[in-house]
């Protein structure tokens, strides 16, 4: 079946630091890859997507490749910000089956000043 | 992309008692999308409301408990029937930009307490 599988939290890391959220997946057709943030509080919000194979999605500093040969779709930032505390999650959708986007687990990031 | 209004934004209700949430989008969709978000979990798929048709209900939800209305194509309800604290979520609404290619726009939010 298609799944998506991202890395365990609570992720904690001190401002400034380099960000690495890995994000795996398992498809039968050809999906298209999103990452969500979900800020304290807020419902969910795109943060970046990637529709085929080599894409780089990218926004806010934040960067993540479709990999098809690794099947994955790893999250970065290369200096995170406190205000980047949020609950992220990677997700999939196929277009066979445009009703369904399948969430990963999602993962917490607490930035420390 | 389009703007969905969820409201209420939260709400705390007696067991047994019934909640409906309301979704508006500033534009036409043809399908909606509601979620359910245990705390500290991921987002489970409740149902799909499409437009002048029944809803069609995801594994382990059921209309009577979720009664889920479509009555054009810019608007949507659910309702959380005869509650139990542990029906205690968030509750989402989404509509599919493009299929679905490009990503969901989620609404707010119902924060749901029921004691």
């Known amino acids: 079946g298609n799944s998506v599988t991202q890395m365990e939290g609570p992720v904690t890391l001190s401002e400034e630091a380099f960000l690495t959220i890995n994000c795996t997946y398992t498809a039968t057709g050809y999906p298209s890859l999103f990452w969500y943030v979900q800020y304290p509080g807020e419902g969910l919000q795109l943060l970046l997507k990637a529709t085929k194979a080599d894409d780089k999605g990218s926004n806010k500093g934040f960067e993540a490749t479709y990999r098809k040969e690794t099947t994955s779709f790893h999250l970065e930032k290369g200096s995170v910000q406190v205000s980047d505390s949020a609950v992220y999650f990677c997700a999939l959708t196929l277009y066979s089956s445009a009703s369904k986007i399948i969430f990963g687990s999602g993962t917490r990031l607490s930035i420390r000043p | 992309s389009a703007v969905i209004s969820q409201k209420p934004s939260r709400d705390i209700c007696q067991r047994g008692t019934s909640l409906t949430i309301q979704c508006q989008v500033d534009s036409q969709v043809t399908m909606m999308f509601w979620y359910r978000q245990q705390p500290g979990q991921s987002l489970t798929l409740i149902a799909t409301?499409?437009?002048?048709?029944?809803?069609?209900?995801e594994s382990g939800f059921v209309i009577d408990k979720f009664p889920i209305s479509r009555p054009n194509l810019t608007f949507s309800t659910l309702t959380v029937s005869n509650m139990s604290p542990e029906d205690s979520s968030i509750y989402l609404c989404s509509v599919a930009v493009n299929r679905g290619d490009y990503g969901y726009t989620f609404g707010s939010g119902t924060r749901l307490t029921v004691v």
């Open positions: 409301a499409n437009q002048g048709s029944e809803a069609t209900y």
